[in-house]
């Protein structure tokens, strides 16, 4: 509860002020995964996997008005690549949905503690409560 | 359960409503305010239907209460757009309207099971007012690499057709290939899809089969077809597929050259710089009984100045046959300035100049204005 309060009310920082090391992507211990590439988790953003190792994985994101979702946008799907034009045409073709978006770094977290196979990404700050709440931090090359 | 059952045969009756009210609407009164009237009869009955009090099946137990802003079971949407339309051609007037105006509903029974119902008014110029549905299926999703629909489906053909909406796509003009309708647009049958990685390539399928298509002009009623798309993604970058499909006609439509067909479609679609400056080309070849065969193609450059605003360039040309079914060629040059201020409003300014060898070359340019909802 106390995580939650503290990061609720945790004033997010301006997208300028992230970089690529600022990122961690989080699972939950029991995910057999310790490994992820770029392209990997931009084919699990955009619903176009979402079978890596024989294990099916769950993403969760930040709301797309979030400073961090705004940096792993540009990182991940590339500095152009325009989200809201892609899912509204996978919507007009009845495709596959959005991945779950929640308001802040907080319901990330007790997404993925609460479900095996949940995937999402904090920022660095909350390595701590990471280890605290038993997830793991999984490897990216960028 | 029992519960879902209840629902389940709620949403058979809406279902059953939708059809007899839109039917009743377009056979009654073919005036375009009439139109707009069965439209809004229509969306709201859709918005205040059984279907939104069905149980939440897909809800997880695990799942935080609150916050989560997608994954619905229920999504309605829709979008309808203006066009002025000047036409610098013996007979035709400008055009000022609402050429096109979609509703659909999209509905999650569970994980695997969902339904999806797209019903369309359309008045565009030249063409007669029609009023009907566009795709109508149930969706079995065993993943990603496997889904089944089985209704009405919008043929699966290449990349133009794939997102064929005025709102999804970059020009007001369509590209001749598809203006020409080569093909039936719909298919009422059972279509399997499926998208498969590996590593980083992006295979994507569709395979279809029907009894009954549709074709928006001519209205053809076809006896039987199949059809198969294949397409391969590489480095993020590119896109080459192939459409083959063949059609039985049974004679029964208004298509002035009628025949069983068979199309073959080659597509590519290139980043020559990552979402800043695409290059599409689609290639069609069309067989008929009894006739020559006609090819034709586009290709376009798309330049996105910003997420906002983006330039489109296209050439086109296609053969086909005049009344005194001579085979002609057809060419036309399109530029295109879009505007997109937000996710539910776009804006189009076009200017298009076409020639056929038989007649003398004319030009159309037109605004366009679309709203989704």
């Known amino acids: 509860m106390y995580l939650f ?7 997010p920082q301006h997208p300028e002020s992230y970089s690529k090391n600022d990122i961690l992507i989080v699972t939950s211990l029991s995910t057999p995964i310790d490994h992820i590439t770029r392209l990997q988790l931009k084919q699990l953003y955009l619903k176009k996997n979402e079978t890596f190792h024989k294990t099916k994985l769950t993403p969760v994101q930040l709301k797309d008005s979030h400073p961090l979702r705004i940096v792993f946008d540009q990182l991940v799907l590339g500095k152009h690549f325009n989200i809201q034009d892609y899912w509204i045409k996978q919507k007009f073709l009845a495709n596959e949905k959005p991945p779950i978006s929640v308001m802040n770094e907080a319901f990330v977290l007790i997404f993925i503690e609460r479900n095996e196979g949940f995937i999402g990404y904090v920022n660095k700050g909350l390595e701590g ?14 | 359960m029992q519960q879902f ?11 059953k409503e939708l059809l007899t009210r839109v039917s009743n609407c377009y ?9 707009l009237r069965c439209y809004l009869i229509l969306l709201l009955f859709i918005f205040f239907s059984p279907l939104q009090g069905l149980p939440s099946e897909t809800e997880k137990s695990t ?39 979609y509703a659909f509903a999209d509905l999650s029974f569970d994980e695997k099971w969902r339904g999806f119902i797209e019903v369309r008014r359309i008045n565009a110029p030249g063409a007669e007012e029609t009023v ?19 209704g009405r489906i919008n043929t699966p053909a290449g990349l133009w057709q794939y997102m064929h909406w005025a709102f999804t796509i970059d020009s007001t003009e369509k590209p001749l290939i598809e203006q020409k309708h080569f093909f039936p647009t719909e298919s009422d049958g059972i279509h399997i899809l499926g998208t498969k990685v590996f590593g980083s390539k992006e295979i994507e399928y569709s395979f279809f089969t029907n009894y009954g298509g549709k074709n928006k002009e001519y209205e053809s009623k076809n006896e039987l077809g199949y059809g198969l798309d294949w397409s391969i993604s590489l480095w993020e970058r590119t896109k080459t597929g192939l459409f083959f499909s063949q059609f039985k006609d049974d004679g029964m439509g208004h298509d002035p050259n009628p025949g069983d067909r068979k199309v073959t479609l080659f597509y590519n679609e290139t980043q020559l710089f990552p979402e800043k400056l ?15 065969s006609l090819d034709g193609f586009y290709s376009k450059l ?56 038989i007649t003398e070359s004319y030009e159309h340019s037109s605004i366009w204005v679309g709203v989704r909802f």
């Open chain 2, 5 to 15: 059952r209840r629902s389940g045969l709620s949403v058979y009756h809406s279902f």
């Open chain 2, 302 to 357: 798309r330049f996105n100045i910003n997420q906002k605003w983006y330039l489109n360039l296209r050439f086109d040309q296609t053969e086909d046959l005049s009344p005194d079914q001579n085979i002609y060629t057809h060419k036309a040059h399109s530029f295109t300035v879009g505007f997109q201020p937000t996710t539910f409003l776009r804006l189009r300014a076009e200017y298009s100049k076409q020639s056929k060898n």
């Open chain 2, 278 to 292: 695409l290059w599409r080309t689609e290639y069609l070849h069309l067989q008929r009984t009894g006739m020559d």
């Open chain 1, 5 to 11: 309060l503290l990061i609720a009310f945790w004033v």
């Open chain 2, 27 to 35: 056979e009654n009164d073919d005036s375009v305010m009439m139109s």
């Open chain 2, 63 to 101: 799942l935080p209460e609150g916050s989560v802003s997608s994954e619905a079971r229920f999504y309605f949407g829709g979008w309808m757009d203006l066009l002025y339309l000047s036409q610098e051609q013996d007979g035709q007037d400008s055009y000022l309207n609402v050429p096109h105006m």
């Open chain 1, 129 to 142: 409560e990471v280890k605290r709440l038993g997830l793991k931090v999984i490897e990216v090359t960028l």
């Open chain 2, 132 to 150: 009907d549905f566009e795709r109508l299926y149930l969706e079995y999703r065993h993943s990603i690499p496997l889904k089944i629909r089985i």
